[in-house]
């Protein structure tokens, strides 16, 4: 079957750069947004949340930041590595009953050594 | 760490035939969904259970059935599989807060 990776807009860096993976989101009653990583063959990997009454939140090596006059996310990722090649998904959640996550269609980053 | 199980990685049927795919977790979870995956479409919620034997459906709940006897296993069902239900299975598992933790995927292939 086709790789999830195909159609996907793709982000290239080299080794030791830093990548800035960017998502819009569509609802701006949303107050919960995630990011996974997909690699190749495999199910998507927490990276990390933010709820919308924080505007950056830091990781081990990422840092996610909220842009709620724009609705825009972003994931930065420090001095990536090879191992950092795959999907990434962000997804947004409105704290409203049984509301389920609304995914983005994803962006394929490649890193070269 | 959580574990989310799915218990075949890849499976090749026939049309016409009936499906399960079997997923459970480890760590005593209330909810649980089940994704297809497809390029181009990204992740589509299929059906998804806040407690057992409860099921709500998703975006695209036709074709497909599920079941949630028990707490900790939830199964996905084509009563009669078609070629366009060819795709990658994600089953998820959640607690109150919002972050699903997704097993290795299920790749079905309806010849």
């Known amino acids: 079957g086709e790789s999830v990776g195909l159609h996907l807009p793709t982000l290239s860096v080299q080794e030791g750069d830093n990548s800035i993976i960017n998502c819009a989101y569509s609802?701006?009653?949303?107050?919960?947004f995630i990011w996974y990583k997909q690699e190749s063959g495999k199910g998507p990997q927490f990276i990390i949340d933010i709820r919308s009454n924080m505007d950056k939140r830091q990781g081990q090596r990422v840092t996610v930041l909220l842009n709620k006059t724009v609705k825009h996310l972003s994931l930065q990722i420090a001095a990536t590595q090879p191992g950092d090649s795959a999907v990434y998904f962000c997804a947004e959640n409105i704290n409203s009953g049984y509301s389920t996550l609304t995914f983005g269609k994803g962006t394929m980053l490649l890193v070269s050594p | 760490d959580v574990k989310v199980t799915q218990s075949s990685r890849y499976l090749v049927k026939r049309t016409g035939e009936k499906v399960f795919l079997e997923c459970v977790q480890d760590?005593?979870?209330?909810?649980m969904f089940w994704y297809r995956q497809d390029p181009g479409l990204g992740l589509r919620l299929i059906y998804f259970?806040?407690?057992?034997?409860?099921?709500e459906k998703g975006d695209i709940p036709e074709g497909y059935s599920v079941s949630r006897e028990k707490k900790e296993r939830f199964s996905l069902i084509l009563e009669s599989a078609s070629t366009n239900q060819t795709s990658m299975y994600l089953c998820?598992?959640?607690?109150?807060?919002?972050?699903?933790?997704f097993g290795e995927g299920s790749r079905l292939t309806v010849l």
């Open positions: 760590m005593d979870h209330e909810n």
């Open positions: 998820a598992s959640s607690f109150g807060e919002r972050k699903l933790f």
């Open positions: 609802n701006s009653a949303s107050d919960y």
């Open positions: 259970s806040y407690d057992v034997k409860m099921k």
